[in-house]
C-alpha cells in the first residue's frame, strides 16, 4: 500500500503514471461540494438570524419592564421628605403616603435595658483577647417558636472578647448583643422600650464577669429600657421605637433627638421619578425600533456585493414592527379614568417614520397640574363584578338558577396594549407558546435539518472522494505493471535482436 501523507489522506504517490494527483481528486470533489457550501450558507444566515431574534427579545424584555414601571404605583407616588431639623427627626413614605405637613415634638427617645458589669477582676494582668479562665452558662429565653431556651457554654480557654462573641452569635434568637466598653461586659437588649433585660447563669461565671445583680460587692449598674414619647400635631404618642410607622398610614417617622420646639417634616410627590420612567421608556422603544430597521435592512440590491440584514423580508419582524407603531399612536380604548386621549396632549408625539420624542416641558406642566390624571392615563384599574362564565362562554347559575357572580380586576390606560403585545411575543403560557418561542423553534428545526443533510451530504462526498482514490489508485497500479511489462518486452526483444 502507497503511503499516505497528503492532508485530505491521498497516497502522495498517486499520478506517478496516471497524472491524476490528490489535487485533481480535490477539483472533482469541490465540483460537487456546490449543494454543500450552499447548505452552509444557509445554516448560517438561519444562525444569524436567531441571533438578531435573540437580541430582539433581549430588547423587548427591557422594553417589557419599561412598560411594567409606568404600571407601578410606586413610580407615580414616590414621596420626598423635608425636615426643618433632620438631625432631630425626619420621616420617610411609602406610595401609600399623602401629600402632607406634620409638627413632632420628641419628649424622649426609646431606649434599650442595658447591664453594665461591675469590675472584671480577672482582667487585671491580662487583654480581652487573652484566656479568662472562667467557665459556666448562659441562658436566655428563646424568641424561637419552639421557646426552648438558648444556652451558650463557656469555657475557661475563652476570653471576653470570646463570651461577647458567644452571646452575639445567638442575639437574634435570644434578644440579647453583648459589647466590651472599657474592660466593662455590656449586656442589653437588642430591641428598644420599655422591657426587661432576662437571662440567668453559672453563680461564678456572673461573679467572675461582674454581672451578678445579687452580689453586693462587685454590684453591676443596671438601667431600664423606655419607650419613646413625642408628639404629632398636638396628639401624644408613645412606641417603644425610634422608628414608628403606625401612626400615619404610609409614613414611618425616624426619631433622633429630643427637642425643645415642633420640628416641621412632610412629604411631596416625586414628580422626577415618573419623568425619569416616561423618558426611559421613550428611548427604549426608540432603540428598539432602531434596531429592528438596521437588521430589516435590505440595503442596496443593485450592488454586486449586497448584504441584506438578517431580519430584511422576515414577515414576523415587519408585524412587530407595525404592532408596535400602532400600540404607541392608535386610538385608545375608553378610559373615564383620565381626561387625557393621546399621548401627545402630554408632550409624547409619534413622527413619521414611528420614533417617538418627548416634550419634558409639557410633561411636567401636566404632572404638576393633575398627578393622578396623568397616571390613569398611563395605567388605572378597578374592580368589577361580571357574571361568571364556562369554557364556552356560557353563563354560570347556581342551584337556583341564578347567575354566579365574580370579581375581576379591569385594566385601563396607555400601556395596557403595549403589555399586551409584549405577553403575545414574550410570554409562554398553558397550552400556548410565545410568538418567539414559536420562532426560535422553528429556527431549531430547520438548523436540525440541515445539520443531518449537511452530515449525509458529507458522508456522500467522503465516499467520492474514496472512490476516486480506489479507481486512480488501480489505473496507477495498472499503469505501472503495463510500463514494466512493455520495459521487460523492449528487454527481451533487444536480447534477441544482438544474436
Same mark, same amino acid.
Given at each position: 500500500?502507497?503511503?499516505?501523507?497528503?492532508?485530505?489522506?491521498?497516497?502522495?504517490?498517486?499520478?506517478?503514471?496516471?497524472?491524476?494527483?490528490?489535487?485533481?481528486?480535490? %477539483?472533482?470533489?469541490?465540483?460537487?461540494?456546490?449543494?454543500?457550501?450552499?447548505?452552509?450558507?444557509?445554516?448560517?444566515?438561519?444562525?444569524?438570524?436567531?441571533?438578531?431574534?435573540?437580541?430582539?427579545?433581549?430588547?423587548?424584555?427591557?422594553?417589557?419592564?419599561?412598560?411594567?414601571?409606568?404600571?407601578?404605583?410606586?413610580?407615580?407616588?414616590?414621596?420626598?421628605?423635608?425636615?426643618?431639623?433632620?438631625?432631630?427627626?425626619?420621616? /420617610?413614605?411609602?406610595? &401609600?403616603?399623602?401629600?402632607?405637613?406634620?409638627?413632632?415634638?420628641?419628649?424622649?427617645?426609646?431606649?434599650?435595658? %442595658?447591664?453594665?458589669? $461591675?469590675?472584671?477582676?480577672?482582667?487585671?494582668?491580662?487583654?480581652? #483577647?487573652?484566656?479568662?479562665?472562667?467557665?459556666?452558662?448562659?441562658?436566655?429565653? /428563646?424568641?424561637?417558636?419552639?421557646?426552648?431556651?438558648?444556652?451558650?457554654?463557656?469555657?475557661?480557654?475563652?476570653? @471576653? &472578647?470570646?463570651?461577647?462573641?458567644?452571646?452575639?452569635?445567638?442575639? &437574634?434568637?435570644?434578644?440579647?448583643?453583648? !459589647?466590651?466598653?472599657?474592660?466593662?461586659?455590656?449586656? /442589653?437588649?437588642?430591641?428598644?422600650?420599655?422591657?426587661?433585660?432576662?437571662?440567668?447563669?453559672?453563680?461564678?461565671?456572673?461573679?467572675?464577669?461582674?454581672?451578678?445583680?445579687?452580689?453586693?460587692?462587685?454590684?453591676?449598674? *443596671?438601667?431600664?429600657?423606655?419607650?419613646?414619647?413625642?408628639?404629632?400635631?398636638?396628639?401624644?404618642?408613645?412606641?417603644?421605637?425610634?422608628?414608628?410607622?403606625?401612626?400615619?398610614? $404610609?409614613? !414611618?417617622?425616624?426619631?433622633?433627638?429630643?427637642?425643645?420646639?415642633?420640628?416641621?417634616?412632610?412629604?411631596?410627590?416625586?414628580?422626577?421619578?415618573?419623568?425619569?420612567?416616561?423618558?426611559?421608556?421613550?428611548?427604549? *422603544?426608540?432603540?428598539?425600533?432602531?434596531?429592528?430597521?438596521?437588521?430589516?435592512?435590505? $440595503?442596496? =440590491?443593485?450592488?454586486?456585493?449586497?448584504?441584506?440584514?438578517?431580519?430584511?423580508?422576515? /414577515?414576523?419582524?415587519?408585524?412587530?414592527?407595525?404592532?408596535?407603531? @400602532?400600540?404607541?399612536?392608535?386610538? =385608545?380604548?375608553?378610559?373615564?379614568?383620565?381626561?387625557?386621549?393621546? =399621548?401627545?396632549?402630554?408632550?409624547?408625539?409619534?413622527? &413619521?417614520?414611528?420614533?417617538?420624542?418627548?416634550?419634558?416641558?409639557?410633561?411636567?406642566?401636566?404632572?404638576?397640574?393633575?398627578?393622578?390624571?396623568?397616571?390613569?392615563?398611563?395605567?388605572?384599574?378597578?374592580?368589577?363584578?361580571?357574571?361568571?362564565?364556562?369554557?364556552?362562554?356560557?353563563?354560570?347559575?347556581?342551584?337556583?338558577?341564578?347567575?354566579?357572580?365574580?370579581?375581576?380586576?379591569?385594566?385601563? $390606560?396607555?400601556?395596557?396594549?403595549?403589555?399586551?403585545?409584549?405577553?403575545? *411575543?414574550?410570554?409562554?403560557?398553558?397550552?400556548?407558546?410565545?410568538?418567539?418561542?414559536?420562532?426560535?423553534?422553528?429556527?431549531?428545526?430547520?438548523?436540525?435539518?440541515?445539520?443531518?443533510?449537511?452530515?449525509?451530504?458529507?458522508?456522500?462526498?467522503? %465516499?467520492?472522494?474514496?472512490? #476516486?482514490?480506489?479507481?486512480?489508485?488501480?489505473?496507477?497500479?495498472?499503469?505501472?505493471?503495463?510500463?514494466?511489462?512493455?520495459?521487460?518486452?523492449?528487454?527481451?526483444?533487444?536480447?534477441?535482436?544482438?544474436?
Amino acid at each position: 500500500m502507497p503511503i499516505v501523507t497528503s492532508d485530505t489522506g491521498i497516497s502522495s504517490t498517486l499520478g506517478s503514471y496516471s497524472g491524476i494527483t490528490s489535487h485533481e481528486i480535490d %477539483k472533482l470533489i469541490e465540483a460537487e461540494s456546490t449543494p454543500l457550501l450552499r447548505m452552509n450558507n444557509q445554516k448560517s444566515l438561519l444562525l444569524e438570524q436567531q441571533n438578531a431574534w435573540k437580541d430582539v427579545r433581549l430588547r423587548l424584555n427591557t422594553f417589557s419592564k419599561n412598560i411594567e414601571t409606568l404600571q407601578k404605583n410606586e413610580t407615580w407616588n414616590s414621596k420626598v421628605a423635608t425636615s426643618s431639623k433632620p438631625d432631630k427627626v425626619t420621616i /420617610s413614605g411609602t406610595d &401609600k403616603a399623602a401629600e402632607d405637613n406634620y409638627d413632632i415634638t420628641v419628649d424622649q427617645l426609646a431606649t434599650s435595658s %442595658k447591664l453594665v458589669s $461591675g469590675e472584671i477582676e480577672k482582667l487585671d494582668d491580662k487583654t480581652i #483577647y487573652d484566656e479568662l479562665g472562667t467557665s459556666g452558662q448562659f441562658e436566655f429565653e /428563646s424568641k424561637k417558636e419552639d421557646g426552648e431556651p438558648i444556652t451558650i457554654e463557656i469555657d475557661e480557654s475563652d476570653s @471576653l &472578647k470570646d463570651i461577647t462573641n458567644k452571646i452575639n452569635a445567638e442575639s &437574634k434568637d435570644t434578644g440579647v448583643k453583648a !459589647t466590651i466598653v472599657n474592660g466593662h461586659l455590656v449586656l /442589653s437588649n437588642v430591641d428598644t422600650g420599655e422591657s426587661e433585660l432576662s437571662f440567668t447563669g453559672s453563680e461564678d461565671l456572673l461573679n467572675d464577669l461582674g454581672i451578678n445583680t445579687d452580689s453586693t460587692t462587685n454590684t453591676p449598674q *443596671y438601667t431600664e429600657g423606655q419607650n419613646a414619647k413625642f408628639t404629632i400635631d398636638g396628639i401624644a404618642v408613645e412606641r417603644p421605637s425610634n422608628n414608628v410607622s403606625d401612626v400615619i398610614e $404610609g409614613v !414611618t417617622i425616624h426619631l433622633h433627638d429630643t427637642t425643645e420646639d415642633a420640628v416641621r417634616v412632610g412629604l411631596v410627590t416625586d414628580l422626577e421619578k415618573p419623568i425619569e420612567a416616561i423618558n426611559a421608556f421613550v428611548e427604549q *422603544y426608540n432603540s428598539l425600533m432602531d434596531f429592528i430597521n438596521e437588521k430589516s435592512d435590505i $440595503g442596496d =440590491p443593485s450592488k454586486k456585493d449586497n448584504k441584506p440584514g438578517p431580519l430584511a423580508g422576515d /414577515s414576523t419582524a415587519n408585524r412587530l414592527q407595525n404592532s408596535l407603531k @400602532l400600540a404607541v399612536t392608535g386610538l =385608545p380604548d375608553e378610559n373615564p379614568h383620565t381626561t387625557f386621549l393621546y =399621548p401627545a396632549e402630554l408632550g409624547i408625539s409619534v413622527d &413619521k417614520t414611528g420614533y417617538l420624542s418627548i416634550d419634558e416641558e409639557k410633561l411636567r406642566s401636566a404632572l404638576d397640574e393633575d398627578a393622578k390624571n396623568v397616571q390613569n392615563f398611563f395605567y388605572h384599574t378597578e374592580k368589577i363584578v361580571v357574571d361568571k362564565k364556562d369554557e364556552l362562554g356560557n353563563v354560570m347559575l347556581d342551584d337556583e338558577g341564578n347567575p354566579i357572580r365574580e370579581t375581576q380586576t379591569k385594566e385601563f $390606560g396607555y400601556t395596557v396594549k403595549l403589555n399586551d403585545l409584549m405577553n403575545a *411575543y414574550l410570554k409562554d403560557e398553558a397550552g400556548k407558546k410565545s410568538i418567539y418561542t414559536t420562532k426560535d423553534e422553528s429556527f431549531e428545526k430547520s438548523i436540525k435539518q440541515l445539520d443531518e443533510r449537511i452530515d449525509r451530504f458529507t458522508e456522500k462526498l467522503d %465516499k467520492k472522494r474514496d472512490y #476516486y482514490v480506489r479507481t486512480f489508485s488501480r489505473l496507477d497500479q495498472a499503469m505501472m505493471q503495463a510500463e514494466q511489462q512493455m520495459s521487460f518486452l523492449i528487454t527481451q526483444l533487444d536480447a534477441f535482436s544482438t544474436k
